[in-house]
């Protein structure tokens, strides 16, 4: 499980944290550059472990109705899947959830013309792997 470099026959493997995670503007869904990048590096690491699946956790920050931020969330999440299946992993690989707020507010304002948490304003992507066992290294 990615321990021998040498070994065509070893299998790739991600683990948590492995995958990056990308940043939104304020009420937005699209992906912009930045994002894409770390996107892209994301899609290689599934491509090159395509028995692993993925699931993407998308969340708001705090400012604006919960219904509302729900929704915004989901959107971000299908713009993660759509940018990933455009990229070549396969859409029954992927699993996705919209959570609405993020679960720990923050109230480091982003900038002064950019109100809420950036941080908070995210997809996470997280490694779904197929194996009973983690490599030690």
């Known amino acids: 499980m990615d321990t021998d470099p040498n070994d065509a026959q070893d299998p790739a493997y991600i683990r948590e944290g492995d995958l990056g995670t990308i940043n939104f503007d304020f009420d937005k869904s699209n992906i912009d550059d930045q ?3 770390i996107l892209t590096e994301n899609v290689q690491q599934l491509l090159d472990a395509p028995n692993f699946r993925v699931r993407i956790d998308a969340y ?3 400012i604006g109705g919960d219904q509302y931020n729900l929704r915004l969330s989901q959107r971000r999440a299908v713009s993660v899947v759509d940018f990933y299946t455009e990229n070549g992993v396969s859409e029954d690989r992927i699993d996705s ?3 609405g707020k993020a679960p720990v507010p923050c109230y480091e304002q982003a900038g002064p013309d950019d109100p809420g ?3 908070n304003r995210r997809a996470e992507s997280h ?3 197929p194996y009973q066992y983690t490599p030690s290294n």
Do not use: E, Q, V
């Open 60 to 62: 708001t920050d705090h």
């Open 97 to 99: 959830r919209g959570l």
């Open 35 to 37: 994002a894409a990048a």
């Open 117 to 119: 948490c950036r941080k």
């Open 127 to 129: 490694p779904i792997s």
